[in-house]
């Protein structure tokens, strides 16, 4: 079965139960976020393909479409979008530590970083299919709105992340505590409690040499640890926080900066996607550089590279 579906001038996700205009650039030019905001709003009264409940995507659903195989545009191969800009495009979460600014995705590369809301990028409209029960999408922990300076406002119809809160709620339990690692119960990963068990940066090689070593000494009982790609690192933030980005309940030690992952970038494959935990920000770091940390992680792959 194919993943996208394509309806008319919409294109369904089977894998997340969203619905986009296939027409990538619908609004033809990039706006500041508030513009942004009330554009839906409009497109909302229109009644565009007949529906009345379009959005802007949070940050999850946008990274959801990233590919990290392909670039210019970053979407899987055999996408069937058109008009795509291999630039920015807003997203409706808002960055937590710096509220004056909201996230964004670059479609040529999928790089995730957070701008001034004053800026103009593009947008791309999206909205949940009702009952469709496939989705792998989890919220993502924001439930404040922000107006364009930062300041906290009532979320009532603003189309903010923090009003719509669209996507899988985390479970009430969702990290299993052990004496060495935690088990998350929603993504069946298992993460060393303690995140920085190699206490100093390294460069991407060594990160795997360290694996390695991990694996012949049957570390923590176990000898499948890896380098996690950049979506399981991304799985385990939250949007409501920030200095770490974790969820409020997380019980992990020593928590750094920034993280290398195991996958490449494919605009310089001299280069791999790290997550900046700070913020929760997705860049890209020197391999061989020793710039990074490492947060060994174990567990079935399902959160696989598109």
């Known amino acids: 079965m194919s993943r996208f579906l394509l309806d008319n001038e919409t294109v369904i996700d089977s894998h997340t ?131 364009e300076w930062g300041s906290i406002i009532d979320c009532h119809d603003t189309g903010q992340d923090g009003e719509i809160q669209a996507g899988l709620k985390f479970s009430k339990n969702r990290f299993t505590k052990h004496e060495q690692t935690i088990y998350d119960n929603d993504t069946g990963l298992t993460w060393l409690r303690d995140a920085t068990v190699h206490k100093d940066m390294m460069n991407w090689n060594t990160a795997f040499d360290l694996i390695s070593k991990m694996n012949s000494e049957i570390a923590y009982g176990h000898n499948d640890w890896r380098v996690p790609n950049i979506i399981e690192l991304d799985s385990l933030t939250d949007m409501g926080q920030h200095s770490p980005a974790l969820s409020n309940d997380h019980s992990f030690n020593d928590v750094q900066e920034f993280y290398w992952s195991s996958t490449t970038s494919m605009y310089d494959m001299n280069y791999a996607w790290v997550l900046y935990m700070v913020d929760g920000a997705i860049g890209v770091g020197h391999k061989p550089l020793s710039e990074f940390y490492l947060w060994p992680v174990r567990g079935k792959e399902r959160m696989m590279l598109r």
């Open 17 to 147: 139960g969203l619905m986009w205009t296939k027409n990538a650039s619908f609004f033809d030019l990039p706006m500041n976020w508030d513009e942004a905001l009330n554009t839906i709003k409009e497109l909302n009264k229109s009644g565009l393909q007949g529906y009345q409940n379009w959005k802007i995507p949070n940050r999850k659903e946008l990274f959801s479409l990233m590919s990290h195989n392909t670039i210019n545009p970053s979407l899987p191969v055999g996408h069937p979008f058109t008009n795509v800009f291999s630039s920015y495009y807003w997203t409706s979460s808002t960055c937590a530590r710096l509220p004056n600014q909201a996230w964004y995705i670059h479609l040529g590369g999928a790089r995730v970083f957070k701008g001034m809301k004053y800026g103009s990028y593009m947008v791309w409209p999206v909205r949940t299919v009702e009952n469709h029960n496939k989705s792998n999408l989890f919220q993502t922990g924001q439930k404040i709105c922000f107006d």
